[in-house]
């Protein structure tokens, strides 16, 4: 999901991205991704991690989804650029494969 979010990203520039009329749009449906995705996840969960912001994902996907006529597509370029990479970096690793089973 993250991966999504920065492969649309990737090698855009910020006017050139905005100008465009479907990546905008796109980026906002992967953020109501990660805020379900945010719901889902236990609380306990989100009081084991308190660097990430569990709410504000989840508050995301509530404004996108329920009052899309103000969504500021900059807004979600810079949550893109600056934020999710530092999600990316909060997140706990999963282990390796070897370590499941």
Same mark, same amino acid.
């Not at 449906?29 to 306990?44: C, K, T």
């Not at 329920?66 to 597509?73: F, L, M, N, Q, S």
């Given at each position: 999901m993250l991966a999504d979010i920065s492969a649309l990203i990737e090698d855009q520039d910020r006017d050139a991205f905005l100008a465009d009329i479907s990546r905008p749009h796109a980026l906002a449906m992967h953020f109501? &991704?990660? $805020?379900?995705?945010?719901? &889902?996840? $236990?609380r306990d969960t989100w009081s084991a991690y308190p660097q990430i912001a569990w709410q504000k994902m989840a508050n995301l996907r509530h404004l996108?989804?329920?009052?899309?006529?103000?969504?500021?597509?900059a807004e979600l370029w810079t949550i893109a650029t600056v934020h999710v990479p530092q999600l990316r970096d909060a997140l706990p690793k999963p282990p390796p494969p070897s370590e499941l089973f």
């Amino acid at each position: 999901m993250l991966a999504d979010i920065s492969a649309l990203i990737e090698d855009q520039d910020r006017d050139a991205f905005l100008a465009d009329i479907s990546r905008p749009h796109a980026l906002a449906m992967h953020f109501i &991704r990660l $805020g379900e995705a945010a719901n &889902r996840v $236990g609380r306990d969960t989100w009081s084991a991690y308190p660097q990430i912001a569990w709410q504000k994902m989840a508050n995301l996907r509530h404004l996108i989804a329920h009052e899309y006529k103000i969504v500021d597509h900059a807004e979600l370029w810079t949550i893109a650029t600056v934020h999710v990479p530092q999600l990316r970096d909060a997140l706990p690793k999963p282990p390796p494969p070897s370590e499941l089973f």
